[in-house]
């Protein structure tokens, strides 16, 4: 499985966005979205280029980005296909990068420009693990899943060598300072030393604790530098996303001897070593473990210290030319310069880690709201106020125009749950503040004035929903507790306890009458919203939702528009965990045979307001007829996962939030994506105000945003890279973005 299948969402997403039916944009060749912004994945390598002057920054969200190495400054985001790896050239005129290349081409592209300079053949699958340069200019080399290296000369794009079968992938390549050898190590735990003339194998390194995954040769070419970890587990991901709870590992780095082959000197240390890199001076070492970066004095045995660290596992380090900083590069999606002489971070650029958690459509169709967090509170690894997360919001947006009217709520607060009253004049959040507590807000929708706020749920609020008719409002949290309120003041009218693994998603009947709960732990309660009475819990029998512990466990619930069937679907947060949708009578909980047989798994969930349509989401949201269970289609959009979905009232629209802070609109009917709603949070002051610009994207690559939102855009156009000054003029169309909005139904597609 790839490591949290990043690059290729990314590429049935934003960044393969083309072609459509509201007129063909003016370049003729496919055009391709690249936003000029912070990374949406973890960052996966840093390299400095020659002369010292940028920093390249790799991440798995498929790009580069490439930044001033004295301030930080975002220059440009380069669309590569990275998310392994990147090299800059030994001119720093072109560079290349490891990673998802769905074309199987490994590229060199300009630094400057961003074009597309030579497309390199050879690799027979899609996924690149290491890239590496010759000093000398001469040669590229590369290694992926296909257990192959393969070396080209560069001046004409010939495969001078290919070195196949290898035993295992290989994860980590480097020319020694001559370009005379090609140091290769991987899987099997061995350095190989090549000779770069005839390609054959000069010597192996032997006796590593694991996989090689980071080599480098001392400038003057006599040393080898390696470090080994549990790479093949690891993958380049965050073990907090893992079902399983991460095991730990030792990590080794050795020093040999580039002539003899002797082993010089070899350091253990607990944790995870993904990354290493030598001083230009060679006389000293740095390396990511764990969430630290060390530095160690190679001219003595003294053990290493700590220069700076990461809320993250380190994943790349790199030397300054002068050597007396690092960039180092993490999982939490920041990349930072530290100085070593006094450890002070001369510069830190954050990632963009905001999920849209909860979408809610008015009924006039007219509005949308949307609730965020920073992912890693979604998933729990962190809490809310923790340092380095990222803000919370409450947006609304215009259905019509896909405009951000106004951002609601206080960006230290985590959003995890958004309603709208029925007459669409209101909207209500909940969530999670810094005192672990959690918040509701309502707030009016026109102006944005607040109506009332509390903080009077012991845990996160995680869903919130109004009655049909808005005059009740019910709130509930991560502890297991539904509070009924009184919309005008926010008292709490009714409490309802006891949901198992905490109350995780809210349902009213369409008349009122019926509460629904989905639990934590895979169960739904069912209660008489008028007298607080238990009816019946809903439960499969040898459901192991209540055995996850390591990510936040939803039940997702939906109701039929009659109010006798419901839907329901245990799953985690993070999608490691999940169990099919299960249909169940309302009136005596017994289980439906819909989808008995498809398994159909999926979270969210949703039915259409006629109960014919089941809406699933996951990497992709696939809609499902519900009397025969036949698969309609399938909507891919999102980068990495839906979190939130919901109909429009006529059934005509669906709407949906996900990850890295994105919220599409669909056609039902064709399954066709409309419009891409995105917004660029930026903190101000001491990160208590927030201002932002947003984006509304259509496929065809039309957009409107906010006035300053073309520093945010770029285009890939065939091997040319565009900007706004080049096509803004002819994409920047509000009137194709409402049309689309505004697009007339169409007949259903048939079922494949």
Known sequence: MRPRDFCLSMALGLIAFGGGSYGAPPPSAPLSLVLQAAPEASVTSVAVSPDGSLVAVDSFDGRVRIHDAKTGALLRAIDAGGGRGVAFAPDGRSLAC????????????????????????????????????????????????????????????????????????????????????????????????????????????????????????????????????????HRGRDPSYFTGRDPGCNSQWKLWDAATGQLKRTVTEPGRLLSLALAPDGLALACGIGNDVRWHDLRTETPGRVVTSHDGPVTSVAFSRDGRALISGSHDQTVQRTSL????????????QEQVNSVALSKDGSLIATGSSDIRYALRVFKAGAKGLGPGAVRLWDARTGRLLRRLGDPTEQVMAVALSPDGRRVASGGGNPGDSGSVHLWDTMTGAPA??????????????????????????????????????????????????????????????????????????????????????????GSQAGTVTNDRMITSIALSPDGRTLAACPASMGNTFGEPVRFWDTRTGVLKPEFADQQVRGRPIALSPDGAILATGGKSIVLWEVRTGKRLSELVGHFKKTQSITFSADGRLLVSGGSYGTTNVWEVATGRLLVTLFAFPESQGQGDTVA????????????????????????????EFQTPEALGPQLHRPDRIEAALKRPLRKPVSPQ
């Open 98 to 233: 490891a990673g998802y290349h769905m074309d199987k081409l490994v590229s060199t592209f300009d630094v400057r420009s961003g074009k597309r300079l030579r497309k390199l053949t050879g690799h027979t699958e899609i996924e690149t693990y290491a890239i590496a340069f010759s000093p000398d200019g001469k040669w590229l080399a590369s290694a992926g899943t296909d257990k192959q290296i393969l070396v080209w000369e560069l001046a004409s794009g010939r495969l001078r060598h290919q070195l196949t079968d290898q035993p295992l992938p290989v994860t980590a390549l480097t020319f020694s300072p001559d370009s005379a050898t090609l140091a290769s190590g991987g899987g099997d735990q061995t350095v190989r030393l090549w000779d770069m003339t005839s390609g054959h194998l000069r010597r192996s390194l032997e006796g590593h604790c694991d996989w090689v995954v980071s080599l480098a040769f001392a400038p003057d070419g006599k040393t080898i530098a390696n470090g080994s970890c549990d790479w093949a587990y």
């Open 692 to 719: 932002e610009d947003w984006l509304a994207y259509n496929p065809d690559g039309f957009y409107t945003g906010s006035p300053n939102i073309e520093r945010y855009l770029a285009w890939r156009v065939g091997d």
């Open 452 to 541: 009332w706020s509390l903080k009077d749920h012991t845990a996160e609020v995680q869903a919130i929903a109004f009655t049909p008719d808005g005059a009740s409002l019910a709130t509930a949290d991560a502890d297991g507790l539904i509070k009924l309120r009184d919309p005008e003041t926010g008292s709490v009218v009714r409490t309802l306890d006891g949901h198992e693994g905490g109350a995780t998603s809210i349902a009213f009947s369409a008349d009122g009458t019926l509460l629904v709960c989905g639990e934590g732990h895979g169960g739904t309660r069912l209660w008489d919203a008028r007298t607080g009475r238990l009816l019946r819990t809903c439960k499969a029998a």
């Open 341 to 352: 002489p006094d450890g002070k971070v001369d510069w830190r650029l954050p990632g963009h």
